[in-house]
């Protein structure tokens, strides 16, 4: 049964063509809203819900957690703080990152995985399931109104804006006894360059899931809540922000 959900998914998603949501949330306004209530996979769209229960489960930054090699990551030492491992997560989108937080938390990775679809449930996400941290499986998936419920939610969190919004961050990796610094650049650097808006940002790509990307903006004194699911490629995800951007949020005299 399992099996045959994933093939209907796949299915689902693959000749869908992108979920588009604006939502002016001081408003209480939909602006647009294309294929918003299509469930389908959200790639490291995940990693948000990643950092909240991370966060939730404890906010001293400097005690260190064991890197979870298991999947790919830029994290090389035996262990890193939490500071770093969250400036990974949220800037570079690095996968290892995600399942360290997860295996670091109270329980271990099973734990985590429920926390994170309990608080999607208590956030009214009623069409989100995550089955990893990372949003490396086709499993993990939401409409595009239920990720921005979940930008709303991560826009509380003042580490999230801080770090997701990051363009490049160094961190330190030691070798015995030199120490050398690598620098990570943000996956959604481009945007983040053009426009200074931006006050919360996670993007996302799997092969299911397509190019996707959230974003909380914040223009003359107007909160919006953007949200891009199933692009075809790089290019087009931008494209598509832009074009929101340009016409419905920069062009308003608020």
Same mark, same amino acid.
């Given at each position: 049964?399992?099996?045959?959900?994933?093939?209907?998914?796949?299915?689902?998603t !693959?000749?869908?063509?992108?979920?588009?949501?604006l939502?002016?949330?001081?408003?209480?306004?939909?602006?647009?809203?294309q294929d918003?209530?299509i469930?389908?996979?959200? !790639?490291?769209?995940?990693?948000?819900?990643?950092?909240?229960?991370?966060?939730?489960a404890?906010?001293?930054?400097?005690?260190?957690?064991?890197?979870?090699?298991s999947?790919?990551?830029?994290?090389?030492?035996?262990?890193?703080t939490?500071?770093?491992?969250?400036?990974?997560?949220?800037?570079?989108?690095?996968?290892?990152?995600?399942?360290?937080?997860?295996?670091?938390?109270?329980?271990?990775?099973?734990?985590?995985?429920?926390?994170?679809?309990?608080? !999607?449930?208590?956030?009214e996400?009623?069409?989100?399931?995550?089955?990893d941290?990372?949003?490396?499986?086709?499993?993990?998936?939401?409409?595009?109104y239920?990720?921005?419920?979940?930008?709303?939610?991560?826009?509380?969190?003042e580490?999230?804006?801080?770090?997701?919004?990051?363009?490049?961050?160094?961190?330190?990796?030691?070798r015995?006894?030199?120490?050398?610094?690598?620098?990570?650049?943000?996956?959604?650097?481009?945007?983040?360059?053009e426009?200074?808006?931006?006050?919360?940002?996670?993007?996302?790509?799997?092969?299911p899931?397509?190019?996707?990307?959230?974003?909380?903006?914040?223009?003359?004194?107007?909160?919006?809540?953007?949200?891009?699911?199933?692009?075809?490629?790089?290019?087009?995800?931008?494209?598509?922000?832009?074009?929101?951007?340009?016409?419905?949020?920069?062009?308003?005299?608020?």
């Amino acid at each position: 049964m399992r099996i045959l959900f994933i093939l209907l998914l796949a299915i689902n998603t !693959a000749w869908a063509a992108p979920s588009v949501l604006l939502y002016n949330q001081t408003r209480d306004e939909m602006i647009i809203n294309q294929d918003s209530a299509i469930t389908r996979p959200i !790639a490291s769209l995940t990693k948000l819900m990643t950092a909240m229960v991370a966060i939730d489960a404890g906010t001293d930054l400097n005690r260190e957690a064991v890197i979870d090699r298991s999947v790919g990551t830029r994290l090389q030492q035996r262990s890193h703080t939490r500071r770093d491992i969250f400036n990974a997560l949220l800037v570079r989108s690095d996968n290892g990152a995600a399942e360290t937080l997860a295996r670091d938390y109270p329980g271990g990775r099973k734990e985590f995985i429920k926390a994170m679809n309990r608080k !999607a449930q208590q956030l009214e996400m009623f069409h989100t399931v995550f089955v990893d941290p990372s949003g490396l499986s086709r499993g993990n998936q939401a409409t595009a109104y239920d990720v921005a419920t979940m930008l709303r939610a991560a826009d509380g969190y003042e580490l999230i804006r801080f770090i997701s919004t990051q363009k490049q961050i160094e961190i330190d990796m030691k070798r015995g006894k030199v120490i050398r610094s690598i620098l990570l650049n943000n996956t959604n650097q481009p945007l983040l360059f053009e426009f200074d808006t931006v006050k919360v940002s996670k993007t996302g790509f799997t092969n299911p899931a397509g190019w996707c990307v959230g974003l909380v903006v914040e223009h003359h004194r107007q909160k919006y809540l953007l949200v891009v699911l199933g692009e075809k490629n790089k290019a087009t995800r931008q494209a598509a922000v832009e074009k929101v951007m340009y016409n419905h949020i920069l062009d308003r005299d608020n």
